[in-house]
């Protein structure tokens, strides 16, 4: 019985190594070659540097699909929030102005995910300049989101604009837009599918088939906004929100800061954060580059 126990054992950990094997001999190496800022952007709009403001009031936030965002009524103050996610020209005003060096630039490197690898690497001289390394360039991407920023990066930069980062609970009011929480997912709405959004279309790490035109990130402005006229609440990148995550079946003092929107990376096979009440979770010291922010303000 033993026998038989540890020979099941060992041909399912040589099928899981087959499996990866083979997984990892298919993702499309081409993909290494796409530069940061590339893409289809015809069509993309400018779009205003301004805010949309929320009345306050009771809202149902939540996601009936996940288990540590239940349904439930919250009430929220009257809010401003960005239109859009803050871009690499006004991070770049940021530092001009101010000086401030990132936690990237002060560790040396950033958590990247390159196309045609199989998963993410802590690279050295990856930055928000440099999303992809030290020989890659924001030159083609100014109006692309900022990256590889952290939680106190983001933070620094709202209080200069005289802004905050959004709460939790203020970002998915708003990037709900009165769309119900318990309302059923379907594959017509799927970004991953139609190319509604920026995401990964395909298996990833295997292709990306990019019906949405863009491997990395998009100008913001690139896909329609939702009902509020808020810009990429799904996808292009997770944004930072003020909040710890918590969990409520864990006494544990919250070590991770919640994003929200999901990114670029984001595939049906892999993270699938395509809804509003999706939780992320991410260190506030780490910088990536999937990760960005938009701000909020109390009028």
């Known amino acids: 019985m033993k026998l038989a126990i540890a020979f099941a ?9 087959a499996f990866w094997q083979e997984s990892r001999s298919a993702i499309d190496v081409s993909a290494r070659a796409v530069r940061w800022g590339s893409g ?11 805010m949309v403001s929320l009345p306050g009031g009771a809202y149902i936030v939540g996601d009936a699909h996940e288990n540590d965002a239940p349904i439930r009524r919250v009430r929220v103050d009257r809010f401003l929030i960005d239109r859009h996610e803050v871009t690499n020209r006004q991070f770049a005003a940021f530092v001009a102005a101010t000086g401030h060096d990132t936690g990237a630039e002060r560790e040396g490197g950033a958590w990247v995910y390159r196309g045609g690898e199989a998963d993410w690497q802590w690279i050295r001289g990856a930055d928000w300049r440099h999303p992809l390394g030290p020989d890659s360039s924001i030159a083609h991407a100014m109006e692309h989101p900022v990256v590889a920023v952290t939680w106190q990066d983001a933070a620094v930069y709202a209080a200069w604009a005289g802004k905050r980062l959004p ?4 970002w998915e009011v708003a990037a709900r ?12 709405s799927n970004p991953a599918r139609n190319g509604s959004a920026n995401v990964w279309q395909g298996t990833w790490p295997r292709k990306n088939e990019m019906l949405d035109r863009f491997f990395y ?11 509020l006229g808020l810009y990429d609440t799904i996808g292009n990148v997770w944004e930072w ?18 994003a929200k929107g999901g990114s670029w990376f984001c595939s049906s096979n892999h993270c699938s954060a395509f809804r509003p009440g999706f939780r992320g979770k991410s260190p506030p010291s780490h910088a990536f580059n999937n990760v960005g922010f938009r701000c909020a303000r109390t009028p």
């Not at 054992?9 to 190594?17: G, K, Q, Y």
């Not at 289809?40 to 301004?50: E, F, H, L, N």
């Open 40 to 50: 289809d952007a015809r069509g993309s709009p400018v779009i205003a540097d301004d």
């Open 217 to 227: 990130t998009a100008p913001v402005g690139s896909f329609s906004p939702n009902a």
């Open 241 to 258: 929100t003020s909040d710890w995550y918590r969990d409520e079946s864990s006494r544990e003092t919250p070590s991770l800061r919640v």
């Open 177 to 188: 837009a009165g769309k119900p929480a318990n309302a059923a997912a379907s594959l017509a």
């Open 167 to 170: 709460t939790e609970t203020e």
């Open 9 to 17: 054992a060992a041909t399912a950990a040589l099928a899981a190594i």
